[in-house]
């Protein structure tokens, strides 16, 4: 595990991500965005990084995307409560560019801390930055990937889905579109749940 697995306290790694200058993204942040929700659940949901709205705030998810996110999970019933939601890294990169991949080394270690802390059974990636990383795959994509599983660390699964701000540009609902298979997958993740 990582340098900075010395935190034991959610809160803590998020103390350490508020003064963290490890990457050049401290530069152009307003607030860091360590994630949300408590420790020892049994799902994670990751993004790629935190949009304007989040950087304004402080917390993942909150803008159009999110409100989309929290509907989503609302239609199967499950609660933001219920899972920790988070991203590849805490500080939002300029015109919500993709994170680097030196970016995402860099600030890989919160997240692992944060991981190895929480212990869940279920990592949700939101997009195909975070399933690509944590898949260590670039030939692949989201939309080959979602709605599969896939061993991680042993223990862990993980389950790709789209992001919501993809769907947010891909409105339309037919057979296969992105919303439709979107809806497809939180079924399918709230049925594991339900059985975990
Ligand atoms: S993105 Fe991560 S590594 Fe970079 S400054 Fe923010 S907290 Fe530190």
């Known amino acids: 595990m990582s340098e900075y697995i010395q935190p034991i306290t959610l809160e803590e790694v998020a103390k350490e991500c508020r003064s963290c200058k490890k990457c050049p993204l401290y530069l152009t942040r307003t607030k860091v965005v360590p994630g949300e929700g408590k420790a020892k659940l049994k799902v994670m949901l990751i993004g790629e990084a935190p949009g304007e709205e989040e950087d304004l705030k402080g917390r993942p998810f909150v803008g159009k995307a999110g409100q989309l996110l ?16 988070t991203n590849m890294v805490k500080c939002r990169p300029p015109g919500n560019r993709n994170p680097s991949k030196s970016e995402i080394e860099t600030c890989f270690p919160y997240l692992e801390t944060q991981i190895a802390i929480i212990n869940p059974k279920i990592i949700v990636t939101l997009g195909n930055v975070p399933t690509q990383y944590l898949l260590d795959t670039t030939t692949e994509g989201i939309s080959k990937l979602r709605g599969r599983w896939f061993d991680w660390l042993g223990e862990i699964k993980i389950f790709p889905m789209f992001h919501p701000s993809y769907l947010l540009r ?5 057979p296969g579109s992105p919303k439709e298979l979107t809806w497809k997958d ?9 059985n975990l």
């Open 70 to 85: 929290t509907k989503i999970l609302q239609s199967v019933d499950i609660k933001r409560e219920e899972v920790f939601i």
């Open 170 to 174: 891909n409105e339309g609902t037919f």
């Open 186 to 194: 939180i079924k399918t993740l709230k049925r594991t749940i339900v």
